[in-house]
């Protein structure tokens, strides 16, 4: 099994190396590709972002994207637009909302021509994601600006005058975001019913505090069960928004990613088993409800960006990973990472050593070569369907 595992690794990379090297090629000898766009377009959160917040603060501390940055990383959709002889992608929207004092409060700029969308913190159809003032916190402090996968295609639309070309490659890839706000509501009322749990165990003869810690103990018991239906719901909307917004718009050719195995990545790692399980339940039921909405629809390609992402976690040796549980830089020393994140990694606070091959840049988020592991599977998956 594991052979057959590798070959499989081996003839992907094979396949995209050829890809990159002289286009997408045909039997006839003729070596561009099979399929030329006018245009690449891009919905999505971090994975997709290409400096939404590479602004004020973020930029003066050497970040702006969610990996270990650079001035020649790129993400999956920069690695994309390379294949396919389009312009570098650059975010529609760049700016900041969050604390002046620390830079972070930084005006929205809207650029016409550029046509990716995506945004750290985003969510397919709630406005408040992490990193949004609204949730408070280290979230105030920052101020992404997380507008939802629903607004950035409404946005495009306004920009196009209604309808896409028919020519454009669109990529969407979100759901991620939904999954930690749903995780973080769960632990908000398990934690809520535990505290009135321990006041009416205090004060029993306190009828309003013991009817209290009940209800809170009944919300916590279903809490969650509503953030696996939640989700279901989200994947529903996702394929919605692709169906009535991108395609009978008149997009032609929409590229459409999966939430990748958020349980096996630092971050769902270092939880107890019975989170990861819900991780794991919040997006299968995610990913699920996204297939079965948009598999018939003529003009979509699902790629599993779930289950490749699982196998690299499970096999890293067969993807040339050198670790897959340690992230590439520094989080837990602010005097080297003011954010605790990989949105302002960068050479300078990486972990000592060779961290060319690790897949992690933070808790989450890939580092440069985790994104050349996304954008080998998508160009795959591309070739394989003649988009390329």
């Not at 960006?305 to 890293?316: F, I, L, Q, R, V």
């Not at 549980?325 to 003011?338: E, G, H, M, V």
Request: charged share 10%; proline share 4%; aromatic share 6%.
């Amino acid at each position: 099994m594991k052979s057959m595992k590798w070959n499989v690794a081996m003839l992907a990379t094979t396949a995209v190396a050829m890809l990159v090297g002289c286009g997408g090629g045909s039997s006839d000898g003729n070596q561009t590709l099979r399929v030329s766009y006018s245009s690449l377009v891009s919905f999505g959160d971090s994975l997709s972002d290409v400096g939404t917040y590479q602004v004020g603060g973020v930029a003066a501390l050497g970040g702006g994207t969610y990996t270990v940055n650079s001035a020649t990383t790129k993400n999956w959709t920069e690695l994309l637009a390379a294949q396919m002889a389009l312009p570098a992608p650059c975010p529609a929207q760049k700016g900041l909302d969050g604390s002046a004092s620390s830079g972070m409060s930084v005006p929205v700029v809207n650029t016409a021509a550029c046509l990716n969308y995506a945004q750290g913190g985003s969510r397919v159809t709630n406005p408040v994601g992490p990193g949004n003032k609204l949730l408070g916190g280290s979230n105030a402090t920052l101020g992404q600006l997380t507008v939802p996968i629903i607004t950035q295609i409404q946005n495009h639309l306004t920009k196009v005058g209604g309808k896409f070309s028919g020519t454009e490659m669109v990529t969407v890839m979100a759901g991620a975001n939904d999954v930690f706000i749903q995780l973080a509501t769960v632990g908000a009322t398990v934690s809520a019913a535990q505290t009135a749990g321990a006041a009416a165990a205090a004060d029993p003869s306190d009828a309003v505090k013991v009817e209290t810690a009940a209800a809170y103990a009944k919300a916590a018991a279903g809490a969650p069960q509503a953030a696996v239906v939640a989700m279901g719901t989200a994947g529903v909307e996702l394929a919605a928004y692709v169906k009535s917004f991108i395609l009978d718009k008149g997009a032609s050719k929409v590229l459409v990613l999966n939430i990748p195995d958020i349980k096996s990545t630092p971050f769902g790692m270092s939880t107890d088993a019975a989170t990861q399980g819900l991780i794991d339940l919040m997006v299968t039921t995610f990913n699920a409800q996204l297939k079965a909405n948009l598999q018939d629809r003529q003009g979509v390609l699902l790629v599993d960006a779930y289950t490749a992402s699982k196998d690299e976690t499970t096999n890293p040796a067969q993807y040339g990973i050198s670790n897959a549980t340690t992230p590439a830089c520094i989080l837990d020393n602010p005097s080297k990472n003011a954010l605790g994140s990989s949105l302002v990694c960068n050479s300078t606070n990486v972990i000592a050593g060779d961290v060319s091959k690790y897949i992690f840049a933070d808790s989450v988020h890939p580092t440069p070569y985790g994104y050349q592991l996304i954008a080998q599977l998508v160009a795959k998956e591309l070739v394989l369907a003649k988009w390329f």
